[in-house]
């Protein structure tokens, strides 16, 4: 599942994801499904030649059931499909980038019983002042839907429970539970939600935080999350490292921090 993070901020955007891929495949000679976690997929995503933007992705980590492959791998292939010498608007780039996976998807024969593959868009548009974060779903909603339009803040999604509690006050999934198991009205539902869900938030003004501040902020979801995940039952689908990338409208992507190809680790 993974936890992936756009941050829209006053000074810019910041994307972070983890690392970890989690496969789940037939025990040999059995009927026992098994887990098996691989934690070096890089899941922040840059382009070639299009700078002014770039992507996280959550969810389903890889695309096909006989011969998985990361969105990460497939962007060889995207990138042949962009302009060289045309800027695209985060929206266009977004919206290329969903219709690129949806025929990925299909041509992968994708199990149809598998989580959605999920990308976080973020960038900024020629000559505007303030970055956009735009949200792609593979397979149903390919289309981008932007997130935060009017203000700044932070849009996570994956294994978001932890993060959730961190900053909302309570998991993510409650008021799905209470929907369910709750009998209240339209208005009461409202109201709910506007006195009682939106007091528990912890009060971080993200219209004030300097970039450094938001990519400490990101980075600190989720290595919460993957520490938090060695206690907890369940898929631990967030570990390995943390990547992250800061997109600003005078500087464009810049890689903040990402892990390296190395060789022998035995004597370190």
Same mark, same amino acid.
């Given at each position: 599942m993974s936890l992936g993070?756009?941050?829209?901020?006053p000074e810019g955007i910041v994307l972070a994801a983890d690392s970890r891929v989690t496969l789940t495949g037939q025990a040999p000679g059995s009927n026992l499904l098994v887990q098996?976690?691989?934690d070096n997929a890089t899941k922040l995503l840059k382009v070639k030649d299009h700078d002014n933007v770039?992507?996280?992705t959550y969810g389903l980590g890889a695309l096909g059931g006989r011969q998985p492959r990361t969105a990460h791998s497939y962007l060889p292939e995207f990138e042949t499909e962009l302009p060289t010498e045309m800027r695209l608007s985060v929206e266009e780039f977004a919206g290329r980038l969903g219709d690129f996976f949806r025929r990925r998807w299909s041509e992968a024969n994708t199990p149809p019983e598998a989580d959605a593959m999920v990308f976080l868009v973020g960038g900024f548009d020629e000559g505007e002042a303030y970055g956009r974060v735009f949200e792609v779903s593979i397979p149903n909603s390919p289309e981008? %839907?932007?997130k935060s339009a009017?203000?700044?803040g932070i849009t996570f999604g994956g294994q978001n429970e932890i993060a959730g509690r961190l900053l909302g006050g309570y998991d993510p999934r409650l008021q799905a539970l209470m929907a369910a198991n709750v009998h209240l009205n339209a208005a009461q539902s409202a109201n709910f939600r506007q006195k009682v869900l939106q007091d528990?938030?912890?009060p971080i003004p993200y219209q004030f935080l300097p970039l450094q501040d938001c990519v400490d902020l990101a980075i600190f979801l989720i290595q919460t999350t993957a520490t938090l995940q060695r206690w907890t039952t369940g898929v631990r689908g967030v570990g390995g490292a943390v990547d %992250?990338?800061?997109i600003t409208r005078t500087d464009g992507f810049r890689a903040i921090q990402e892990k390296r190809i190395v060789g022998d680790r035995s004597g370190l």
């Open positions: 993070i756009a941050f829209k901020g098996a976690h691989y770039g992507a996280v981008p %839907v932007e009017d203000e700044f528990l938030a912890m %992250v990338a800061t």
